[in-house]
């Protein structure tokens, strides 16, 4: 079992960045897949970006050369750089763990103006 806890959203502009982090209650070391999903109100809760134990990342289309996704170990956090903010970004950010099922943060708001 784990427990995660995000932190780092807000409101910016466009343009702006952002960095979310996740931390989690126990070692990373062994989980095998962490990611990020947003949901926008009336929309489904779609990925975001992924990290595997080995260090690959995959990231949606709508991210790709804005977004980086990064897990530090030794800190047992999982971390989201937002570049090039755009208002479609506007979301509840979650963080996931998968081990054996998948567990959920509460999430953070980010929310971008035009």
């Known amino acids: 079992q784990v427990q995660l806890v995000e932190s780092g959203g807000g409101l910016v502009q466009a343009g702006g960045s952002l960095r979310l982090s996740c931390a989690a209650s126990?070692?990373?070391?062994?989980?095998?897949?962490m990611g990020w999903y947003r949901q926008a109100p009336g929309k489904q809760r779609e990925l975001v970006a992924r990290i595997i134990s080995g260090g690959s990342t995959n990231y949606a289309d709508s991210v790709k050369g804005r977004f980086t996704i990064s897990r530090d170990n030794a800190k047992n956090t999982l971390v989201l750089q937002m570049n090039s903010l755009k208002p479609e970004d506007t979301a509840v950010y979650y963080c996931?763990?998968?081990?054996?099922?998948?567990?959920w943060g509460q999430g953070t708001q980010v929310t971008v103006s035009s």
């Open positions: 126990r070692s990373i070391f062994s989980i095998d897949v």
């Open positions: 996931n763990a998968r081990v054996g099922i998948s567990y």
